[in-house]
């Protein structure tokens, strides 16, 4: 059974930054070769993808984040992050993590709220 757990959310201030991380417990033997991934949902709009990491080190960046925000792994801890700097109030959202593994498999969501 692989459960996969985000957390590190909050209320920022825009400009700041903030960390999320994500576990994917039960995919030990397998997570090194998976494709990760964030993706957020604004209210009222479709879940987005932010950003990917695959197992080859290859990253791809919405636009929207490209240069603010940074994906990285560690492997032996079957985590993922997501380094978020320069928060504006737009990047507002639930943040989900996403595991490509023989499955499909999302977290519940962390809610990250930028305001001042």
């Known amino acids: 059974q692989v459960q996969v757990v985000e957390s590190g959310g909050g209320l920022v201030q825009p400009g700041g930054s903030l960390r999320l991380s994500c576990v994917a417990s039960g995919a030990e033997r397998w997570f090194d070769v998976a494709t990760v991934a964030w993706y957020r949902q604004a209210p009222g709009m479709e879940r987005e993808l932010v950003t990917r990491?695959?197992?080859?080190?290859?990253?791809r960046y919405d636009v929207s984040v490209k240069g603010r925000f940074t994906i990285y792994r560690d492997n032996i801890k079957n985590t993922v992050h997501l380094l978020k700097n320069s928060l504006k109030p737009e990047d507002t959202a639930i943040y989900y993590c996403k595991v490509q593994g023989p499955e499909h498999y999302w977290g519940q969501g962390t809610q990250v709220t930028v305001s001042s």
């Open positions: 990491l695959d197992d080859g080190g290859r990253t």
